[in-house]
């Protein structure tokens, strides 16, 4: 027993990372890119939403905007100036549970929340960057239209409304009369905003943002004269920042645990790219295939399927618990009673995070090809990335890595640079709300 069997356990449930094929999802991944673009629906293309903001706006110097930040785990807000040097100013930082994360919230309830965590800030100012990490179609005055949730968010009164003149229309309620200005945006989007503002001293070819936590998705810079679906409506000859919704790209052939996975979610038949790969989901392919190997295989020991048996629910902090200490107090090391229980769980992760990172990899081929930014490696594609996952994992990034230099720079011939910015989402959406 050892690799090999794992291999051909996984292979035989359509599950093998090797067994991707890079070449032809990334074609089919850049076909439903530019079927967004064209205004193509899902399931044949990715949502591809226009945001109406663009790069090189000019921030106002020491004037205070509200930022508000719903994320897939909490919901933050603040006050955020910048000062002479252009340093964001973080001022008066509260966090709070997502509304919507722990139980089912109505419309009031859901909007309440939001309104009520507002009212205090307004004193300082009446303008709010809102970085809102769900799909929302913008409309032209920035304000957002939620088409569904992700993440595992209840708030099914939401859908369909607009986050902005929503949030008005409580703080009328409550007696607010002064009028608020909301520019709402997703937080990939924020985050490329917030690399842009720290690029000003490197030469880069362009720019993109990338977020990998409890979600997925990615933004870049369009030229218009590509947005076909706003053709008439907009300058064919500037550019737009477009956010994907690219967790909700609908790969070509899902296994069968995959699948399974799916429809034990919210959200069924929706968002399996981000089911493959985010961190919401990455203890579920984890308790999906074990469970599928324990019941069907004798790949592990009679001590390991009865106390793995017990666990009803596994989180992505817990497979890097093993793999930082296989032999440590974490409840899957506990499940091992022998080193060959302890070998065949690391290649069972080691396998989720193969595939993961193979299919961000295509994803970031596909930026540089659809734009045709980073062909020269002295002026890469800046890629902002926030997110848990991608700087927690203990495997996930060294295996991209692999994959950019291999698949994307070697294969392609394009060059990118990842940037870690502090706060990214936080100061894109001030720039946002400042500069709109």
Known sequence: MGRAEIRKFLEDREL??????????????LEHMRGGLRGVQQPDAMPMIP???????????????IVMDAGGTNFRICLVHFNKDMEAVVEHFR???????????????????????????????????????????????????????????????AVGTLVGAS?????????????????????????????????????????????????????YLEENENILKLKGKINPISNMIINMESGD??????????????????????????????????????????????ETTELFSGFFAETFS????????????????????????????????REHLYYIIDNIFERAAKLVALLFCALHVQTGKGHNPTRPLAITIDGSTFYKSKLFRKKLEYYVKDFISDKHGFYSEFLQVENSNLIGAAIAGLTN
């Open 51 to 65: 945001t109406y903001l663009t790069l090189g706006g000019k921030v106002p110097v020491d004037k205070p905007v």
């Open 95 to 157: 966090k709070f549970p997502m509304p919507g994360s722990e139980t089912e919230l109505s419309f009031d309830e859901f909007y309440g929340i939001m309104a009520d965590s507002l009212i205090p800030y307004l004193q300082y100012s009446k303008t709010v960057g809102f970085c809102f990490s769900y799909a929302c179609e913008i409309q032209p005055d920035r304000d957002g239209r939620i088409m569904n949730f992700s993440k595992e968010i209840r708030a099914p009164e």
């Open 249 to 294: 790209y609908r790969i070509s052939s899902l296994s069968p645990i995959d699948k399974e996975i799916d429809e034990a979610t919210n959200v069924p038949g929706t968002y399996s790219f981000e089911k493959m790969i985010s961190g919401r989901y990455q203890g579920l392919q984890a308790l999906y295939t074990l469970r599928e190997a324990v």
């Open 167 to 219: 949030i008005q229309k409580v703080l009328k309620d409550r007696g607010v009369e002064d009028e608020v200005h909301i520019v709402l945006l997703n937080d990939t989007v924020a985050s490329l905003l917030g690399g842009y503002a720290r690029t000003n001293a490197r030469e880069y070819s362009g720019n993109a943002g990338f977020i990998l936590g409890t979600g997925v998705n990615s933004a």
């Open 310 to 341: 017990n666990i009803n629910d596994l989180e992505a902090y817990q497979l890097d618990e093993f793999l930082y200490a296989p032999y440590g107090p974490g409840e899957l090391s506990q499940c091992c009673s022998n080193d060959i229980d």
């Open 16 to 29: 093998l990372a090797d067994k991707l094929d890079m070449e032809s999802e990334l074609a089919r991944f």
